[in-house]
């Protein structure tokens, strides 16, 4: 019976350290899936936080306006992200327009800088440089104003007579909300879309005459304006 029992014994304890072998190999091997699956994710994460630093870009909308309107110019933008989803963004642009209506006529021209962020509500997580972002700008135009024609009224608000005035330089400043998109079209090229409400602030003014026409602003100048940039930008890194 002895040589039986040991028989017995010896296979039972190989019986559990077979088992205990296959437990360490199923063991290491999800080891090893987890660890490489960790690591994607990592490698991803690590291009996702890098993805999109320095971004230079035109503006096609003002251009393909000029054609319909007094309004011609340019306008170019750099766009670099200094941290998470926060993009510090500088304008620059220069334009010449005329204003013709309500018996005024005047002319502008000269140059406008906007400084200000973006902010990423929501990004694509395989290329973070695509998304929606909000911002804001503030922004400050130089120009030469030429009033070449305006209306002296009465007191009972008819217009008797017209003046004019040389050419002089002007200032303005005004806030920018900024709303848009910025998506991939091919290689590093992107389209860059915003819609612009903008709060008038103030200007300096020629004979005590508010403008009625700003570089970088627009014409009626009221409270609230809207501007448009529809640009094509060229990602560095």
């Given at each position: 019976?002895?040589?039986?029992?040991?028989?017995?014994?010896l296979?039972?304890?190989?019986?559990?350290?077979?088992?205990?072998?296959?437990?360490?190999?199923?063991?290491?091997?999800?080891?090893k899936?987890?660890?490489?699956?960790?690591?994607?994710?990592?490698?991803?994460?690590?291009?996702?936080k890098?993805?999109?630093?320095?971004?230079?870009?035109?503006?096609?909308?003002?251009?393909?306006?000029?054609?319909?309107?007094?309004?011609?110019?340019?306008?170019?933008?750099?766009?670099y992200?200094?941290?998470?989803?926060?993009?510090?963004?500088?304008?620059?642009?220069y334009?010449?327009?005329?204003?013709?209506?309500?018996?005024?006529?005047?002319?502008?021209?000269?140059?406008?800088?906007?400084?200000?962020?973006?902010?990423?509500?929501?990004?694509?997580?395989?290329?973070?440089?695509?998304?929606?972002?909000?911002?804001?700008?503030?922004?400050?135009?130089?120009?030469?104003?030429?009033?070449?024609?305006?209306?002296?009224?009465?007191?009972?608000?008819?217009?008797d007579?017209?003046?004019?005035?040389?050419?002089?330089?002007?200032?303005?400043?005004?806030?920018?909300?900024?709303?848009?998109?910025?998506?991939?079209?091919?290689?590093n090229?992107?389209?860059?879309?915003?819609?612009?409400?903008?709060?008038?602030v103030?200007?300096?003014k020629?004979?005590?005459?508010?403008?009625?026409?700003?570089?970088?602003?627009?014409?009626?100048?009221?409270?609230i304006?809207?501007?448009?940039f529809?640009?094509?930008?060229?990602?560095?890194?």
């Amino acid at each position: 019976m002895k040589p039986l029992r040991t028989y017995i014994s010896l296979l039972a304890i190989s019986t559990i350290g077979l088992q205990a072998h296959a437990q360490e190999d199923s063991i290491a091997l999800e080891t090893k899936v987890l660890v490489k699956e960790t690591q994607s994710i990592a490698d991803s994460l690590k291009g996702y936080k890098k993805a999109g630093n320095l971004f230079v870009g035109v503006d096609l909308f003002n251009p393909v306006m000029s054609a319909f309107t007094d309004k011609q110019g340019a306008q170019a933008m750099v766009s670099y992200r200094v941290y998470k989803k926060w993009n510090a963004v500088l304008e620059v642009g220069y334009e010449k327009n005329h204003y013709d209506e309500l018996d005024w006529n005047v002319d502008v021209n000269g140059i406008y800088g906007k400084i200000g962020f973006n902010w990423f509500v929501s990004q694509d997580y395989q290329d973070a440089s695509n998304g929606f972002y909000t911002g804001m700008r503030f922004a400050y135009a130089a120009y030469e104003q030429t009033i070449n024609q305006y209306p002296i009224r009465t007191s009972g608000n008819q217009v008797d007579q017209f003046g004019s005035l040389p050419s002089a330089n002007a200032s303005s400043y005004w806030i920018e909300l900024v709303g848009g998109a910025r998506v991939k079209l091919l290689s590093n090229f992107y389209a860059d879309v915003s819609i612009r409400p903008e709060i008038y602030v103030g200007s300096s003014k020629q004979e005590d005459i508010d403008p009625l026409v700003i570089p970088g602003y627009g014409k009626d100048i009221g409270p609230i304006n809207f501007s448009v940039f529809w640009g094509i930008t060229y990602k560095f890194f």
